[in-house]
């Protein structure tokens, strides 16, 4: 499996990025994928993750830093996944990674790195003025 995050770039606090997530491998709608991030002198962190079957919105899940800001999505046809971040902040300044799961399901553990298998490359984001 491989993934490859990209749409990464400089913003200004209150502006929008959409980051996408490619995936060479299985197919989307079998697995559950978790966007983090990490920013400098941080450690990674667990912002978003859909899983396999998001029809319901009990199967996306979001971290309080990122909620009502950060929206998740996939086109499993393309088999790639979707961040949008609006209203970006500095603190929001990080490299952004996707990763898949073993689990179709995020669970309640989705923020851990340890609940997730295959890595791909990350993008940066840079929020200022």
């Known amino acids: 499996v491989q993934l490859q995050a990209s749409g990464g770039g400089l913003v200004q606090p209150g502006g929008s990025l959409r980051l996408s997530c490619v995936v060479s491998?299985?197919?989307?709608?079998?697995?559950?994928l978790g966007w983090f991030r990490q920013a400098p002198g941080k450690e990674r962190e667990g912002i978003s993750c859909?899983?396999?079957?998001?029809?319901?919105?009990?199967?996306?899940y979001y971290a309080d830093s990122v909620k009502g800001r950060f929206t998740v999505s996939k086109d499993n046809a393309k088999n790639t996944a979707f961040l949008q971040m609006n209203n970006l902040k500095p603190d929001d300044t990080a490299v952004y990674s996707c990763?898949?799961?073993?689990?179709?399901?995020?669970?309640?553990?989705?923020?851990?790195?340890?609940?997730?298998?295959?890595w791909g490359q990350g993008t940066l984001v840079t929020v200022s003025s």
């Open positions: 859909i899983s396999s079957d998001d029809t319901y919105q009990r199967d996306i």
């Open positions: 990763a898949v799961s073993p689990s179709a399901y995020c669970g309640s553990y989705f923020y851990t790195v340890g609940a997730y298998n295959y």
């Open positions: 491998g299985p197919p989307l709608d079998t697995y559950a």
